[in-house]
């Protein structure tokens, strides 16, 4: 296994590593030298003398791999004492798309050695590679100690690294995996998923039957199809209902009803997985869309923008800073699906939004425990949207009573899709 990390880190000078210590602040970055730097110290200022370790999932198998990692934190925090600081950490080329490897790094301000314990049986029995990091000398420079097991077991220090700063890459390290891992360009990438899913998650295989079934759809509709996007509580059901009566239009939804007996099981499962399952509800959709086109104006209650804006802003780590650029092609519409007449987003101030939360008084989702508790995951959310092109989402003003927004909407239809 550790022999595994020589070779993918064989060329360590290539990979820059980073820790995050602070969301609103860079991840520390830093580099493996077989000789100490002349630049300043790495970790001043975030860490004094605790003990440090790092570990990272390491398997060719990215479902393997996403799997592991989805349950890695929940199994450090319940195993390592309480005094051990979990942090995010990545290691990465940077601008190499498809090259993080991610994992955590390990404050441990605790006097026992149970984090020691805990690592050694990690090391034993999963697809990880840990390495414990030691500050010395009169310098105080920090160097990195990759683990091995040795063939009785027992754990040995196999290689040792000086860790020396390295400069802050272009892009967040988060950014790089986005594609085919939290959102899915094309039907054929995030069927895969599902596909390699079907021996570790049986529901995957009553999913695909249903995809295989799906209506195929047409790249122009007859009639207008509009949707309506926007983070919960925004009114979106309500705007639909009246939309559809308004229009004599048909009221259609991502994830498809027919998904419905499923999603609260794939709500569970890590991004790579948990997404390919929505991507895969809009091509559902799609061709539900294509069909009921043909007879009456369609409005659709969430579908792309709400996949990849969702997706994007649990992706990407630290600062709202840290998306990717506007006209970044993580942001670009998937070639093979339909795309809408219009994209609205109903946008709402946080208080008046929590205010209808309260009111509706439905059991909140994990995502809704998440926006409400996480401004700056709100944020991205929201930004993400925005950047969101082909087509881009008009923002609209959810906040007057639920029929003066349906007037003001009913206006932007017939001015845009001429209806
Ligand atoms: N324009 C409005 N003014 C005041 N209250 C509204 C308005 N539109 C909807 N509401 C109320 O806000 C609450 C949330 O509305 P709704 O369920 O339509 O939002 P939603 O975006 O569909 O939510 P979710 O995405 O979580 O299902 C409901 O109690 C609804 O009655
Ligand atoms: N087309 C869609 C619709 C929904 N989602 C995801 C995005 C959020 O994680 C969550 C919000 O849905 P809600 O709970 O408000 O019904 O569902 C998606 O990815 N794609």
Redo the contacts with the bound molecule.
Sequence with gaps: MARRMMSRLGQWSSYVFAVDFDTNSDPIYFALASKQSERPQVFRNVLADEKCYSLHVQSDDKIERAKFYGGLKKKLSKELPPECTILEMSIFQPNVKDSVIKGYFLKDASKSSATERVLGELLRNDPVYVCSYLCGGEDRQWSQHLWSNTEDGWVEVLEKYCVVPAEKPVHHPSTLSIINYDVFYSFEDAYKVLQQCVDIIPESKAVLELVDQRLESKEKTDFPVIVIE????????????SLTEALGATLLKSPPQCLSPWRARFDTEPPLIRRAFYALGNYLTAGQIGQEARQAPVIV??YWHSTAAYAIATAVGGKLGNLPQAGSEVYGWPGDLLRPSLVLM?SLSSQ?RMR??Q????DK?ME?EELEANHLFRQKVEEAYQRIEGPACITVD?????D??LQQVLLLIREKCHL
């Design positions: 926007g983070l919960d509580a925004t009114g979106k059901t309500t705007l639909t209902e209650d969430r109903l008046e209808r939360l009111v509706r008084g439905q989702t809704e959810a906040s007057p009573s639920p003066q927004v």
